[in-house]
């Protein structure tokens, strides 16, 4: 199964986190932090395969000691919230071996970050496989984003752009201060060099693939941007997989798996109208020189064939026929419940259809988004509500040794409650989510209505693409009648009859496999009463023969 990721976060500092907490988790590995003082221990997590850092010719080789690099980079930042790393994920494929995978990824990183100056660290996961048996191969890049310079030194992130006026001077704002914009120092999180790499990415895989002749390709560009009207899922998360994976049932899985299912209906519904309209489109020539083309016309001729195929039936006739004049009533209500009185009608309906079901794939991938948002809203105000008052209690404890024991008593809460506070920083204009939280699960389940509303349109939507699929087949019998062809009725009309002897046949043979069950249940029955009864004759000899044995001991005394 060929799969497509390559995404990039930032990781910056923030209470409890860290670069060092960062290479800690993709290495697997057991590191001292010296900002925060604490020891990041992840030597338990498993599933790393192998990881290593690779270096640009000029930078020192103590860099490639893990717990050197991010600690003297934790040693340069100095602003309480700096942020400090570039975080590239991305898939690698199941059609290659693992020596393979991590052959490409190496290569990869060597010739398009290494080779622009940047230090990676990478690390190579392969956790357990998901529940449908697909290993989750995966590679991680961890990057510093303030670049280490030729001349053995840090550089600086960002460089001052200052605002000109008219006369190449400085401005100045309100308050006097020179205006300026903040300008990257290197090119590595600008949006073209991810796309470069995204696209370079898929480049490399698809030419293992085409090496190893393998058919699968990956395409590096979103689904709208394929042409594919497809809702992206939500990604899940280890924790979410594994409780899939044990039974448990969670939103985040319900969402996928309801989008899942969305999906495959769009998918089908879109191609089917696109095999429609190129349908059309070929036999729209010969129709234009048919006389009178009335779809009425050219349905009643389709079925009066049907029912001539259906005299020639050594048995079944009256109930094909039956069949015929109910999928002929449908049909005939279909178009004039539709007004579809020409083939310029029809093409017109498919073309309706088609800005119907791209409106609809819109739609539904807007809703998702919502959908998303809401969830993760209404979830993390749940954490502040349940953590809040803990975390309020901490910042009452004056001494910090009692600082210090109550927060690991209380770890678990605190860090929900920071994770929670920093999702909502910036995003909301009150210190108090949890405020909103009735509301927003309110909106929730709303949204999530109006999703399976669109979703359920859709469905009626391929409804009336199997009525356009039956007139489809009536147009190519008449065109082929009245050009002069033999016309042909596909091989579930011409053999119903024997669909229905195999349909009876099929029932047979059910029933004797039934009866064969039963035959051989009551044999096992049998058999174990009559082991039971021959146990408890062979029981009742043995206690004889003790009988036996007393008596004789007795009549010796």
């Known amino acids: 199964m060929s799969l497509y990721h390559f995404h990039v976060t930032q990781i910056g500092r923030s209470k409890g986190h860290s670069a060092v907490a960062a290479a800690a988790y993709r290495s697997g590995e057991k590191i001292y932090d010296d900002y925060y003082g604490e020891t990041q221990d992840y030597t338990k997590k498993g599933g790393v395969v192998k990881m290593g850092i690779l270096l640009p010719d000029y930078v020192p080789e103590r860099f490639k000691d893990r717990s050197t690099l991010w600690n003297e980079l934790e040693s340069v930042e100095k602003h309480p919230k700096a942020q400090l790393a570039y975080s590239f994920d991305m898939a690698l494929q199941n059609e290659l071996t693992d020596e393979e995978n991590i052959a490409l990824g190496e290569r990869f990183v060597r010739e398009e970050m290494v080779a622009r100056g940047m230090i990676c660290d990478v690390a190579f996961h392969m956790p357990g496989k998901s529940d449908d048996d697909i290993?989750?191969?995966?590679?991680?890049?961890?990057?510093?984003?303030?670049?280490?310079?030729?001349?053995?030194?840090?550089?600086?992130?960002?460089?001052?752009?200052?605002?000109?006026?008219?006369?190449?001077?400085?401005?100045?704002?309100?308050?006097?201060?020179?205006?300026?914009?903040?300008?990257?120092?290197?090119?590595?999180?600008?949006?073209?060099?991810?796309?470069?790499?995204?696209?370079?990415?898929?480049?490399?895989?698809?030419?293992?693939?085409?090496?190893?002749?393998?058919?699968?390709?990956?395409?590096?560009?979103?689904?709208?941007?394929?042409?594919?009207?497809?809702?992206?899922?939500?990604?899940e998360g280890a924790a979410v997989r594994k409780m899939e994976a044990r039974g448990i049932v969670t939103r985040k899985g319900d969402l996928n798996r309801f989008i899942k299912s969305t999906n495959k209906l769009l998918r089908d519904t879109i191609r089917k109208l696109k095999d429609l309209a190129q349908w059309f489109k070929a036999i729209k020539p010969q129709l234009d020189r048919l006389n009178d083309p009335t779809l009425h016309n050219l349905i009643v001729e389709y079925f009066d064939y049907r029912n001539e195929v259906a005299e020639?039936?050594?048995?079944?006739?009256?109930?094909?026929?039956?069949?015929?004049?109910?999928?002929?009533?449908?049909?005939?209500?279909?178009?004039?419940?539709?007004?579809?009185?020409?083939?310029?009608?029809?093409?017109?309906?498919?073309?309706?259809?088609?800005?119907?079901?791209?409106?609809?794939?819109?739609?539904?991938?807007?809703?998702?988004?919502?959908?998303?948002?809401?969830?993760?809203?209404?979830?993390?105000?749940g954490f502040l509500e349940e953590t809040r008052s803990i975390y309020d209690e901490s910042q009452k404890i004056f001494f910090p040794g009692a600082k210090k024991k109550f927060q690991q008593e209380h770890d678990k809460e605190l860090k929900r409650y920071h994770v929670a506070a920093n999702y909502f920083a910036g995003k909301v204009t009150t210190a108090d989510p949890e405020f909103f939280l009735n509301g927003w699960k309110k909106e929730l389940e709303a949204k999530k209505?109006?999703?399976?509303?669109?979703?359920?349109?859709?469905?009626?939507?391929?409804?009336?693409?199997?009525?356009?699929?039956?007139?489809?087949?009536?147009?190519?019998?008449?065109?082929?009648?009245?050009?002069?062809?033999?016309?042909?009725?596909?091989?579930?009309?011409?053999?119903?009859?024997?669909?229905?002897?195999?349909?009876?046949?099929?029932?047979?043979?059910?029933?004797?496999?039934?009866?064969?069950?039963?035959?051989?249940?009551?044999?096992?029955?049998?058999?174990?009463?009559?082991?039971?009864?021959?146990?408890?004759?062979f029981q009742e000899k043995q206690a004889d023969k003790q009988d036996k044995k007393k008596r004789k001991g007795v009549d010796d005394d």
């Open 312 to 381: 020639t039936y050594t048995r079944g006739t009256r109930s094909a026929k039956n069949k015929n004049l109910k999928l002929m009533t449908k049909i005939i209500a279909y178009i004039e419940d539709r007004k579809l009185y020409t083939p310029q009608e029809l093409e017109r309906r498919i073309k309706d259809l088609q800005g119907r079901a791209d409106f609809k794939s819109v739609t539904l991938s807007n809703l998702k988004e919502e959908v998303k948002e809401y969830t993760d809203k209404v979830k993390y105000a």
């Open 449 to 537: 209505a109006d999703y399976e509303t669109e979703a359920n349109e859709m469905k009626a939507l391929r409804s009336e693409i199997r009525q356009l699929q039956e007139i489809k087949k009536a147009i190519d019998y008449a065109v082929a009648k009245r050009n002069g062809e033999d016309p042909k009725l596909p091989t579930v009309y011409m053999e119903e009859d024997e669909v229905e002897k195999a349909m009876r046949t099929k029932g047979r043979e059910t029933q004797m496999h039934h009866k064969e069950a039963i035959s051989k249940a009551r044999d096992v029955m049998e058999e174990i009463e009559e082991s039971k009864r021959n146990s408890k004759e």
């Open 135 to 235: 290993k989750n191969f995966h590679m991680h890049v961890l990057s510093p984003i303030r670049p280490f310079l030729p001349e053995g030194r840090w550089g600086e992130k960002q460089h001052r752009e200052y605002v000109l006026d008219e006369n190449s001077e400085r401005m100045r704002d309100e308050d006097g201060e020179y205006i300026f914009n903040s300008r990257p120092t290197t090119e590595w999180g600008s949006p073209e060099l991810l796309d470069h790499w995204r696209e370079r990415w898929a480049q490399m895989v698809n030419e293992e693939f085409e090496k190893r002749d393998i058919a699968e390709r990956v395409d590096h560009r979103s689904y709208v941007d394929q042409g594919l009207d497809l809702i992206p899922q939500v990604h």
